[in-house]
């Protein structure tokens, strides 16, 4: 019954009809090319989805419809590599990690931001806390990204332990032998049940292993080469053999056999979701944990066994001296070949200024889950301040932090990092011993370092120092 | 007169080109896909070409990266360790896919459930395999150490991934698991080509099934079983997935294969000139392997 309906006249003028509409469209498509839009490619770490939340707020604000995409670590260097070598515009705006930011901008794969944030007045560089700009924005005097999350490194414990167990709580100026013998004052002991580990690390190699042990290896004033980067004229010369090197990885094999064995193994988050099942004692990671600890798993919500029973302080420091803290994080830059040069510095400001960051900060879809910022105001924030009352301690943290100091961003810093990486974690593994460790990385670096023409270095210097990144920072107020 | 000479020529002439000529797009396809990429690599590794360095080559360097590979402290445990995996690997999928292979043949009840389930794991991507061996063998809870402590042996305390005796065995493991099927699902459709009747005569005439096995279904389905076998070596001897997403090559060295080194060099220092190197090192490797295989397989085969 129903073929009857279908008249040859009917199928006619129903074709006729779709592909009028198709012409129409057709037609329509330039009008939608016209379309202001920013391709935005980032990592998926914990502030992407606050960000992510946001999105049509700058679309209604600007008028600009963003295409957002998050990937692991690792494929976001791939694919941001890949883009860059073939010269191709694959996002507007991209994440880059700290280290990778010098070896972008050198090969002219992502643009200085200088005469964008002069010409801003929005744009508020002054609110900034100068050193999170130092560690993760700035390249040879250039303002090369803008830091969209910074991370210190500080100490979490558990109160309930300690107060159970007789053991003071630490207060800032404390050392790392006092550290140590704390853990091992709480190692083993049974507590409500629970039999405790004195603290937990992150051993997997090669990058994680590095970010957890660059604090120490800061603290213990250990640097990687002779010169660089606060040098006139900076010399790449390893020190990776060097004593209090020495001491450093020591402290961290020592560190470890306070923690599970199974930490060997541990990324990022696998140590913060381990501190969170209520097992480990004490232990110094990203400031971005301060926050994830309290929630058991990621994006769940749901409250974790150890949240509103620890305590934060700054990490210890190595004796009399001051403390140096690792200051790491991610910002968002701009590529060479961005097709959208306009649309992405709206973007990239409005991404990092005050209102979205604190917007950032007060999104609850997940729990509260960043509270990782770098600009001045938002420490003093009331209502961030209400959710994140840790704020005021975090903000001293990042007073002297250098990660350029902890983890020098060199221009073959991947190569690096993977060297080392993988021979701290053969040290806790128990394959190599500390020294024959680190004279293994002192010579292999010595011969990347040569092999990649970097010794002796003869490109130009550029003496980076935080007081080099506040005249930037005065030059483009 | 000339014209009329020549003119006969030229069908024979077409024809004795017409099959070069067919065969052309073939040969131009095959040597744009993997000559050209093999070639250019061989070029590349020749030359200082480190992506965190410049865009493009800098400075031809001899045999430098060659030396650099094989002097690098991981190259030799890398090709331990791919060794271990590639050959134990085969022979124990060859073995156990066997094994299957032998039982669907006998058409028990349930065999066609089976058939269908077997095809699974191979379906699946190595690196989502990965993700879910990585979940079993998890310390906290995961399926593999409940099951070997409830069996008495207990997994390390670093746990099966992040112990130096185990790491290796847990990747081998889960690529058995996921490629045994393909070895019974061909060794299974090799058996089927036996005849009915060759079988029926040598039980009439009082072979066991050990004889039948090895002097009747096993010669006769030699000649896919080699074939496999030399697909599943180069497979195996090119593993990273899963040694990306179980172990990143550790503890230690403990598990890194030379796939995994490659990965490293390649698509994390982005040194284009190592990694070229390093290709061409694993190509004639495999391909030496592969030939001596070969050599010994194929001997007095007819074709």
């Known amino acids: ?477 | 007169m000339s014209h009329a000479q020549v003119a006969p020529a030229r069908p024979n002439r077409l024809r004795a080109w017409l099959p070069f000529l067919l065969i052309a797009p073939s040969v131009i396809l095959l040597l744009s896909l993997v000559l050209y990429p093999l070639l250019f690599a061989l070029k590349n590794s020749f030359y200082f070409w480190n992506l965190q360095r410049s865009a493009e080559p800098l400075q031809f360097i001899g045999l430098a990266n060659y030396k650099m590979v094989l002097s690098g402290p991981e190259f030799l445990p890398s090709l331990t360790n791919t060794l271990i995996l590639s050959v134990t690997g085969t022979i124990i999928e060859f073995a156990l896919g066997l094994a299957v292979a032998l039982l669907l043949a006998n058409r028990l009840p349930g065999m066609s459930v089976s058939r269908a389930l077997l095809i699974l794991p191979t379906t699946i991507a190595p690196v989502v395999v990965g993700f879910l061996f990585r979940y079993m063998y998890d310390p906290a809870g995961g399926l593999a150490g409940w099951l070997l402590t409830l069996i008495g042996a207990p997994p390390p305390a670093e746990g099966i991934l992040g112990s130096s005796t185990t790491a290796l065995a847990a990747i081998l493991f889960a690529d058995v698991w996921q490629w045994t099927p393909f070895f019974a699902i061909v060794l299974y459709a090799g058996l089927l080509s036996v005849s009915p009747s060759l079988i029926e005569a040598a039980r009439l005439d009082g072979a066991s099934a050990w004889t039948m096995l090895w002097r009747i279904k096993l010669p006769l389905v030699m000649k896919t079983a080699v074939i496999i076998i030399i697909l599943r070596f180069m497979q195996l001897f090119n593993t990273f997935d899963l040694v990306l997403v179980l172990t990143k090559g550790g503890p230690g060295l403990s598990s890194r294969t030379l796939g995994y080194t490659l990965y490293q060099q390649g698509l994390v220092d982005f040194n284009i000139g190592l990694a070229s190197a390093s290709t061409w090192i694993i190509v004639i490797m495999v391909n030496i392997l592969v030939t001596l295989y070969a050599a010994i397989a194929f001997k007095n085969w007819e074709w």
């Not at chain 1, 120490?216 to 790449?236: C, I, M, R, V, Y």
């Not at chain 1, 620890?310 to 060479?336: A, H, K, Y």
């Open chain 1, 1 to 477: 019954m129903t073929h009857s309906n279908v008249t040859r006249r009917r199928f006619l003028g129903t074709t006729a009809g779709f592909a009028g509409a198709a012409a129409l469209g057709s037609l329509a498509a330039p009008a939608i090319a016209q379309e202001r839009s920013v391709r935005v490619l980032t990592v998926g770490d914990p502030f992407q989805y606050s960000l992510r939340e946001l999105l049509p707020e700058f679309t209604a604000k600007t008028g600009i419809k963003v295409e957002f995409e998050g990937l692991g670590y690792d494929a976001l260097q791939a694919r941001l590599i890949s883009s860059f070598v073939s010269k191709t515009s694959d996002a507007d705006v991209i994440n880059v990690d700290q280290m990778w930011a010098g070896q972008y901008t050198d090969n002219g794969w992502i643009q200085p931001l200088n005469d964008f944030a002069k010409g801003d007045s929005d744009f508020n560089i002054n609110d900034f806390v100068p050193e999170t700009l130092h560690s993760i924005s700035t390249w040879r005097g250039n303002l090369v990204t803008v830091p969209v999350a910074s991370y210190s490194q500080g100490v979490m414990y558990r109160k309930s332990v300690f107060e159970k167990l007789g053991i003071d709580e630490p207060a800032a100026g404390w050392t790392w032998d006092q550290y140590k013998e704390i853990l091992g004052r709480i190692h083993g002991q049974e507590v409500d049940g629970v039999k405790m580990n004195g603290t937990v690390v992150c051993g997997a190699q090669p990058v994680p292993v590095v970010h957890m042990f660059s604090q120490l290896s800061a603290s213990l004033n250990a640097p990687w080469f002779k010169a660089f980067p606060g040098a006139e004229t900076w010399d790449f010369t390893p020190q990776m053999n060097s004593e209090n090197m020495k001491r450093a990885v020591s402290l961290y094999k020592e560190l470890y056999g306070l923690s599970p064995q199974e930490s060997i193994n541990y990324t990022w988050f696998d140590a913060g979701t381990r501190f969170s099942q209520a097992d480990i004692g004490m232990f110094y990671w990203w400031s971005a944990y301060f926050t994830l600890v309290n929630a058991d798993g990621y994006m769940t919500g749901a409250p974790s066994k150890v949240k509103g029973d620890f305590g934060i302080v700054p990490c210890p420091q190595d004796g009399t001296n001051p403390s140096r803290v690792s200051l790491g994080g991610w910002s968002l830059g701009m590529p060479s070949t961005a097709g959208r040069p306009e649309e992405a510095w709206e973007f990239i400001k409005w991404a990092t200024s005050a209102e979205t960051q604190k917007a950032m900060g007060l999104n609850d879809k997940f729990g509260h889950m960043f509270s990782d910022f770098s600009r001045e105001s938002l420490f003093a924030d009331s209502d961030l301040l209400e959710v994140y009352p840790f704020l005021p301690q975090a903000r001293a943290m990042l007073n002297g932090a250098d990660g350029k100091l902890a983890r020098p961003p060199a221009p073959i810093y991947t190569t690096l990092e993977g060297i080392f990486g993988l021979e701290l974690n053969k040290v806790l593994a128990g394959q190599s011993d500390v020294d024959a460790a680190l004279e293994q990385v002192n010579t292999l670096y010595t011969n990347a370092l040569s092999g990649n023409f970097m010794l002796p270095y003869v490109q130009p210097s550029f003496n980076d120092t935080f007081d080099a990144t506040k005249a930037l920072i005065a030059s483009l107020a």
